[in-house]
């Protein structure tokens, strides 16, 4: 084994930990958008008016956002194209942190703490 070998074992089991929160996420989001839509509403909106090719229905757009965390989660576990998968993961969680996790609009102290918490975990599986 070369130097690089410790890197390769941190890979292979880093990529397959990461990636299965995606595939769980993205296939029950998936499964029953309607969970989520109401609070992709306000995000997906200005999205669609802006972006070419974004459903027309935001329960769609939910959709397929849980499915490309699926399909780019199962692919980044698996080790193909782990940065084209990551690059579509990155590219998901942004608008699933901003609909999900607008800890700044929380009244409640203790609800807020754990919006921003989920926030910040979101951004650091970004930075994964």
């Keep these: 084994m070369g130097s690089w070998a410790p890197m ?8 397959p930990m990461l990636g299965s ?3 769980i996420q993205g296939y029950e989001t998936w499964r ?4 989520v839509t109401p609070a992709a509403e306000p995000v997906v909106r200005p999205v ?3 972006v070419p090719g974004v459903p027309s229905e935001t329960e769609q ?12 989660g199962s692919m980044l576990a698996a080790g193909w194209f782990p940065r084209l998968s990551a690059l579509a993961l990155a590219g ?5 942190t901003l609909a999900g996790h607008r800890f ?16 910040l975990k979101n951004l650091t599986m970004m930075g994964g």
């Design 8 to 15: 390769t074992v941190l890979r292979f089991i880093a990529r």
């Design 21 to 23: 929160i995606f595939v």
């Design 32 to 35: 029953r958008p309607e969970r």
């Design 48 to 50: 669609r008016d802006r």
């Design 61 to 72: 757009a939910v959709r397929l956002n849980g499915a490309v965390q699926a399909v780019a």
């Design 92 to 96: 998901t969680l942004v608008p699933t």
């Design 104 to 119: 700044w609009e929380v009244a409640d102290k203790q609800e807020r703490a754990q919006q921003r918490i989920h926030f």
